[in-house]
T-cell receptor, first 117, second 113 residues
Framework: GAVVSQHPSRVICKSGTSVKIECRSL??????MFWYRQFPKQSLMLMAT?????????EQGVEKDKFLINHASLTLSTLTVASAHPEDSSFYIC?????????????FGPGTRLTVL | AQKVTQAQTEISVVEKEDVTLDCVYE???????LFWYKQPPSGELVFLIR??????QNEISGRYSWNFQKSTSSFNFTITASQVVDSAVYFC??????????FGQGTTLQVKP
């Protein structure tokens, strides 16, 4: 149980392109999902908390207009990197909590590696 | 403020050696959770263990064991008889009242054959 998927796993795009990343909970309903960013050889940094049916809560320093988050259903959250630039290149990972299995544990997706040329 | 410190940046051992990964945390919350995750080269974070602040019992799962000591705010992770497949980055993390996960900087473990 508690399987989280992400799509795509890898994206290479030109500067100025918008990129959408999907995060799905496959075998449970997740009222809360999280989006993280990880630079090479560094730890994970929380970008935002995504709640189903309401606006996402962004961490300090994260641009809301740059990183658009939508949590339209209990199994899907999307992160759109608007007008991506090379400095947005990173590893993006989502996580979700299964409120029935383990409400305090986050299960992570496999991540999306974004490269902006 | 909450903080997780993994002082060991990189550890290299030879297969079959035992290895301990250190984790020290800071929090003012009375109720909190501690976690260990494994991140292999593929990038996915694999959940290993969750421990709540009221349960100081040590836990063993196969070759893995965890030692939680509130007196020293530590939650160390030991791999017994390490194997090459154990090579990965290991993260210790803390979750308190906010529900957010605070990660340590990670320890890169290299197990050589």
């Amino acid at each position: 149980g508690a399987v989280v998927s992400q799509h795509p796993s890898r994206v290479i795009c030109k500067s100025g392109t918008s990129v959408k990343i999907e995060c799905r909970s496959l075998d449970f309903q997740a009222t809360t999902m999280f989006w993280y960013r990880q630079f090479p050889k560094q730890s994970l940094m929380l970008m935002a908390t995504s709640n189903e049916g309401s606006k996402a809560t962004y961490e300090q320093g994260v641009e809301k207009d740059k990183f658009l988050i939508n949590h339209a259903s209990l199994t899907l959250s999307t992160l759109t990197v608007a007008s991506a630039h090379p400095e947005d290149s990173s590893f993006y990972i989502c996580s979700a909590r299964d409120p029935l299995l383990a409400p305090d544990t986050q299960y992570f997706g496999p991540g999306t590696r974004l490269t902006v040329l | 403020a909450q903080k997780v410190t993994q002082a060991q940046t990189e550890i290299s051992v030879v297969e079959k050696e035992d290895v301990t990964l250190d984790c020290v945390y800071e929090t003012r919350d009375t109720t909190y959770y501690l976690f260990w995750y494994k991140q292999p080269p593929s990038g996915e974070l694999v959940f290993l263990i969750r421990r709540n602040s009221f349960d100081e019992q040590n836990e063993i799962s196969g070759r893995y064991s965890w030692n939680f000591q509130k007196s020293t705010s530590s939650f160390n992770f030991t791999i017994t008889a390490s194997q090459v497949v154990d090579s990965a980055v290991y993260f210790c993390a803390l979750s308190g009242n906010t529900g957010k996960l605070i990660f340590g900087q990670g320890t890169t473990l290299q197990v050589k054959p």
